[in-house]
């Protein structure tokens, strides 16, 4: 990847949103235009009724119903990728084609292939890439960081965790279309925990595990299991249930001198019990999670710090994902949503 600052010397990155959708409503939308050095100025949604009422409400002078024609806009300096992931990789190298860059929602793409065009697209422009894995910057995420670091469990030993709940029940959204999403729930909800170990441990390795539909209506899978390697040594589990009647989020990280257990999706304390005692930490998620991601990204735009989040560490979370299920859909090199019929692991009627 380039090194930071893109738009070193300059005060101000101007922003444009591609798929002014519910995920820019709260969560990442309004940290384009509260982060420090940060503009939004353009929107775009296909509907342009749609897309018009997000900038009147949200007090963005343009919008546009064509995101080629935001991407050209000369007051548009970066773009952010807020549609499903069945189109991240094809707004993102128009992005790079205009020398523009990018922070496109995850996960990545729909799969490793696309990461691998995005990544090269970019690096032959000389542009930076991220990715909107914005746990990677949250205080409590990052106080779990610090407490490993310090010692506070001893030497690291385990990694469990443990995701249920009732997304079955949901019926056939898009983001059980393995033809939009790349996969079912997994790709959109496992990647969280999985990019956020690549971060706190370091890239995983020895990834393998299986996937199976066991109660769903629809086609993708509904149960992951994986195990892996952490470059400190520790063997680390991971299961995924999304036809649970319950619902559990827990992750443990275990040590010779203590644990640390914490909730990837519930603005949950931070536990940390060794030796000392039971400590809790309460750190509230930001009322807009992704922006102090975004803050970070713009950070780096101009020259004032580096973005932990880019194509490349995105690239391997989704790359552990296809590993994983890979047996699901008899390989994943390929359109494996173009041939249903021959996925291995799909339950048949």
Known sequence: MPVSGHFAGRSTVRWGIIGCGDVTEVKSGPGFRLA???Q???VMRRNGALAADYARRHGVPRWYDDARALIADPAVDAVYVATPPDSHADYALACAAAGKPAYVEKPMARHGPECDRMVEAFRKAGL?????YYRRRLPCFLKVGELLGSGAVGRLSGVTYRLCNPQHLKGNVWRTDPAVAG????????????DLLDYLLGPLEDVSGTAAD?????????????SFRAACGALGSMSWNFAAAQSDDTMRLTGTGGEITFSMFTSKPVALENGSGLQLFDLPYPPHVAQPMIQSVVDDLLGRGTCPSTGESARRTSRAMDRVLEGYYGGRSDAFWERPDSWPGRRRA
Request: glycine share 12%; no cysteine.
């Open 128 to 132: 930076p890439l991220f990715v909107a």
């Open 36 to 38: 420090s050095g940060s």
């Open 183 to 194: 996969a079912g729930h997994f790709l959109d909800v496992g990647s969280h925990a999985l």
């Open 214 to 226: 066991v109660a769903s209506g629809y086609a993708v899978e509904d149960n992951v299991a994986l």
């Open 40 to 42: 939004l100025v353009a």
